[in-house]
């Protein structure tokens, strides 16, 4: 295993590094005045599409998709600390590269399984930048940490499917430019095999019988530039069939492919926030003095520090390893270190941060600083694309399977 970063990747980290230093971090303040002036909190600010302009503009773009025919063909070990690098700001940073959830994880759905036309009419728009997306999966009346729960029925009448049910927590979908919905749901609900009963469809989101209720907020937040995460109810919304993503009961299939890529991606950004908490918490360590000397003398913040970069640098091999081993032996073969990623990074990240809100005092959990948000975004990874003991589950049962 090699890690060395070779040389297409050393200058797109050099790129998007001056990137965030000229372009993003001065945004983020901008970003919140022009979002208070919005007639609606859910319309982007404009200094967003000037930094989704200045990334095209620079190549930095589409960087997420190892598929060169429509994004940068990087592989997974490449995109790794280019990711890291958008972690440190991931309201605007994915975002201004068109490399945020849930439209990446839908563009590679609709590059990988979506027909000619569906490529045209969405998978283009998307990787332009015009449009966003959401992926409507998870449902409030079920566990959905299981998907083969999910209750969403999609019933085939004629050329037509009729879709009805409700979901919760879909990201992106308060988004006034979010178009289309992949929705899934269960086309045979009796079928004998329960991981064939699922399939996925694309429902445009001005669909009649769509009605996106509400915002759901997470720890408080309303995540404005992510899109939101919104309640959304299907009553009897009809698509035409031609509008099915592969074949009927490949749903279930399909969200597995999806969610591997998505995965390590979030545990790259995760990284990155991490990174971020530890400048801060070294800025505020060397600035602020209690009982007679600075933070930074105090031993246990020093503990702090020192455990934190050790936890860093742990898990980016970890990740390392895991895009590596994606790229030369494929997402099941790296079924083990996926799960692993998932299960020790969103927690040491949460920890790590927590550290730091606490080195802050008040300030750490006040709007002055990311901390706070970065918490909620990080902690939330801890049920996202599959809950922790899910995923701890499955890992366990791996492992005993080789003495039984």
């Not at 901008?30 to 007639?39: I, K, Y």
């Not at 994880?105 to 449009?131: H, S």
């Not at 270190?337 to 550290?355: S, W």
């Amino acid at each position: 295993m090699d890690f060395a970063f070779d040389a297409r990747t050393e200058e797109l980290r050099a790129k998007l590094l001056a990137f965030m230093d000229e372009y993003v971090y001065p945004a983020e303040a901008v970003a919140e005045e022009q979002r208070a002036a919005l007639a609606s909190p859910w319309d982007t600010p404009a200094v967003v599409e000037e930094l989704k302009a200045e990334a095209r503009r620079q190549g930095l773009w589409n960087l997420f998709l190892p598929d060169s025919e429509y994004g940068a063909g990087l592989t997974n070990l490449q995109y790794a600390p280019l990711a890291e690098i958008t972690g440190r700001s991931p309201q605007l940073a994915p975002t201004a590269l068109n490399c945020a959830a849930p439209d990446t994880g839908n563009m590679e759905v609709l590059a990988q399984f979506g027909d000619e036309q569906q490529k045209k009419q969405w998978l283009e728009p998307l990787l332009a930048g015009e449009i966003r997306s959401a992926f409507a999966m998870t449902e409030p009346e079920v566990a959905s940490s299981d998907a083969t729960n999910i209750t969403t029925h999609i019933r085939r009448e004629n050329d037509e499917y009729v879709i009805t049910g409700r979901k919760w927590y879909i990201s992106g979908a308060m988004n006034p430019d979010c178009r289309i919905f992949i929705v899934m749901g269960k086309t045979a609900p009796d079928g004998p095999d329960i991981r064939r009963q699922q399939s996925m469809v694309l429902v445009p989101r001005d669909t009649p019988g769509v009605t996106v209720r509400r915002a759901m907020q997470v720890f408080g937040y309303e995540d404005h530039y992510h899109g939101g995460h919104a309640e959304v109810v299907f009553d009897n919304a009809r698509v035409p069939v031609t509008n099915l993503i592969g074949e009927e009961g490949g749903g279930f299939a399909i969200a597995q492919a999806r969610l591997g890529p998505g995965r390590i991606h979030h545990c790259m950004r995760l990284i990155g926030m991490a990174e971020r908490a530890i400048e801060l918490m070294c800025r505020r360590a060397v600035s602020r003095t209690a009982f007679g000397k600075a933070l930074a003398q105090q031993g246990v913040v020093q503990n702090w520090i020192a455990d934190a970069r050790v936890a860093v640098e742990q898990l980016r091999l970890l990740v390392l390893k895991t895009a590596w081993m994606m790229d030369t032996v494929g997402n099941r073969g790296a079924h083990t270190e996926i799960q692993a990623i998932k299960i020790a990074t969103p927690r040491t990240v949460v920890d790590i941060i927590d550290r730091a809100i606490q080195l802050h005092g008040a300030g750490g959990v006040s709007q002055d600083f990311p901390l706070a948000e970065l918490y909620a975004g990080a902690r939330t990874l801890m049920l996202a694309d599959g809950p922790d003991e899910v995923h701890q589950r499955s890992l366990a049962r791996r492992e005993l399977k080789k003495y039984l």
